[in-house]
T-cell receptor, first 114, second 111 residues
Framework: GDSVTQMEGPVTLSEEAFLTINCTYTATGYPSLFWYVQYPGEGLQLLLKATKADDKGSNKGFEATYRKETTSFHLEKGSVQVSDSAVYFCALSMSGGSNYKLTFGKGTLLTVNP | EAQVTQNPRYLITVTGKKLTVTCSQNMNHEYMSWYRQDPGLGLRQIYYSMNVEVTDKGDVPEGYKVSRKEKRNFPLILESPSPNQTSLYFC??????????FGQGTRLTVV
């Protein structure tokens, strides 16, 4: 079945450091790809998404590019802030069919220190 | 404001005592779903609903029930909770671009 593998962390960075969280997927078709963020004590929020190969999703300084050839959707940010401390989830959803299920990776805890 | 509202946020209960977690959305989405989040396992889908009166099992449906009598509400029912259902539960409502909006979560402890 479909699956998502992401680096589990935890990841600890200093403020203004460069961030990469790797994410690869396995899917039988052409999924839509997402990054969700979960701040402490809150639900998940969509951070960015990409719906087809070579699309780049971006939001709040974060970026990820849908790479079909490497089945990857790595999350990057050039300069992290303390407020970026959260758990980040990579996810996919298959278009078509009756279930808009999100298949999630296990999450990566990011801590940014001042 | 677009939102998904779950209640309660925290619940401690005893084994076998029926409980319901409510979920309501104000975005007129047809699709809603429930997930549980466990350490080291990420989020897994319990049940989903494509529309009123249309529900189906997700990946981990055992021990749960749902109903969808109105478009905005999608309650999760545990008829006889057991300790292995101790978890963090999220309701989600999804639009036609597959963007999911999540509630704030319900932390359930079954003793």
């Amino acid at each position: 079945g479909d699956s998502v593998t992401q680096m589990e962390g935890p990841v600890t960075l200093s403020e203004e450091a460069f961030l990469t969280i790797n994410c690869t997927y396995t899917a039988t078709g052409y999924p839509s790809l997402f990054w969700y963020v979960q701040y402490p004590g809150e639900g998940l929020q969509l951070l960015l998404k990409a719906t087809k190969a070579d699309d780049k999703g971006s939001n709040k300084g974060f970026e990820a590019t849908y790479r079909k050839e490497t089945t990857s959707f790595h999350l990057e940010k050039g300069s992290v802030q303390v407020s970026d401390s959260a758990v980040y989830f990579c996810a996919l959803s298959m278009s078509g069919g009756s279930n808009y299920k999100l298949t999630f990776g296990k999450g990566t805890l990011l801590t940014v220190n001042p | 404001e677009a939102q998904v509202t779950q209640n309660p946020r925290y619940l401690i209960t005893v084994t076998g005592k029926k409980l319901t977690v409510t979920c309501s959305q104000n975005m007129n989405h047809e699709y809603m779903s429930w997930y549980r989040q466990d350490p080291g396992l990420g989020l897994r889908q319990i049940y989903y609903s494509m529309n009123v009166e249309v529900t189906d099992k997700g990946d981990v449906p055992e021990g749960y029930k749902v109903s969808r009598k109105e478009k905005r509400n999608f309650p999760l029912i545990l008829e006889s909770p057991s300790p292995n259902q101790t978890s963090l539960y999220f309701c989600a409502s999804t639009d036609r671009t597959f963007e999911a909006f999540f509630g704030q979560g319900t932390r359930l402890t079954v003793v």
